[in-house]
């Protein structure tokens, strides 16, 4: 089985540059990966749930990249089945680049970290926008009832591809929630004693 992923990014020109850099070869090891990197495993499935944000790139009809941050309450990223993610989209600033972009372009690429864990997962997808009113039934399945935005639209995303990237560079960083695993307070949480 091809990889999915690495036909789609090991461009001429991305073959070009790892020839120049003198790493074609080992590019090539990973092209020839025996691995579905087209259908999310439970391991895939059980990261997607645990995480409270994602980068989301699109690129406008002016040929520009754009990336935004998702965030919404852990697990809102919902995984449908092995293909398809899915999430309630909350009113922002308004100016609905990503959304507008979409129009065109229906290509997207996500990227999912775990700072603490020092993972990445980074996924290739097309985009289909459905307004929240539209679909009641899927609303009701994304939606968390506890979280105090009211979604606009639902965002489907049709996986094409999807890549775990080595945890090389990436700064372990910790939430308020994962100090409190560990028995520590945040820095940054109010101080119960002195009543703040």
Same mark, same amino acid.
């Given at each position: 089985? %091809?990889?999915?992923?690495t036909e789609?990014?090991f461009?001429?020109?991305?073959k070009?540059?790892q020839s $120049?850099f003198?790493s *074609?070869?080992s590019?090539?090891?990973?092209?020839?990966?025996?691995?579905? /990197?087209q259908?999310?495993?439970? +391991?895939?499935t !059980?990261f997607?749930?645990?995480?409270?944000? #994602?980068?989301m790139?699109?690129v406008?009809? %002016?040929?520009w990249?754009?990336v935004?941050f998702r965030?919404?309450?852990?697990? #809102?990223?919902?995984?449908i089945d092995p293909? +398809?993610?899915? #999430?309630?989209?909350? =009113?922002g600033?308004r100016?609905?680049i990503? +959304?507008?972009?979409?129009?065109?372009? /229906?290509?997207v690429a996500?990227?999912?970290?775990?700072? %603490?864990g020092?993972k990445r997962?980074?996924?290739?997808?097309?985009?289909e926008?459905?307004?929240?009113e539209?679909?009641p039934?899927?609303l !009701?399945r994304v939606?968390?009832?506890?979280?105090?935005? =009211?979604p @606009? =639209?639902?965002?489907?995303l049709?996986?094409?591809?999807f890549?775990?990237?080595?945890?090389q $560079?990436?700064?372990?960083r910790? +939430?308020?929630? @994962?100090w409190?695993?560990?028995?520590?307070r $945040?820095?940054a949480?109010?101080? =119960? *004693?002195?009543?703040?």
């Amino acid at each position: 089985m %091809a990889r999915k992923y690495t036909e789609l990014t090991f461009t001429d020109g991305v073959k070009s540059a790892q020839s $120049h850099f003198g790493s *074609r070869a080992s590019a090539a090891q990973v092209e020839a990966w025996d691995i579905d /990197d087209q259908h999310l495993s439970p +391991t895939e499935t !059980a990261f997607i749930n645990e995480r409270d944000g #994602f980068f989301m790139a699109t690129v406008g009809e %002016a040929d520009w990249p754009y990336v935004q941050f998702r965030g919404g309450p852990a697990g #809102f990223l919902k995984v449908i089945d092995p293909e +398809t993610l899915c #999430f309630a989209d909350f =009113r922002g600033n308004r100016q609905y680049i990503s +959304t507008g972009n979409l129009r065109s372009n /229906d290509r997207v690429a996500l990227i999912l970290m775990d700072y %603490a864990g020092r993972k990445r997962l980074k996924v290739m997808a097309t985009a289909e926008i459905i307004d929240a009113e539209a679909d009641p039934e899927l609303l !009701a399945r994304v939606s968390d009832p506890d979280y105090r935005a =009211r979604p @606009e =639209r639902i965002v489907t995303l049709h996986v094409v591809a999807f890549d775990w990237n080595c945890p090389q $560079h990436i700064t372990p960083r910790y +939430t308020a929630s @994962e100090w409190e695993a560990y028995g520590v307070r $945040h820095p940054a949480a109010p101080n =119960r *004693r002195q009543g703040v």
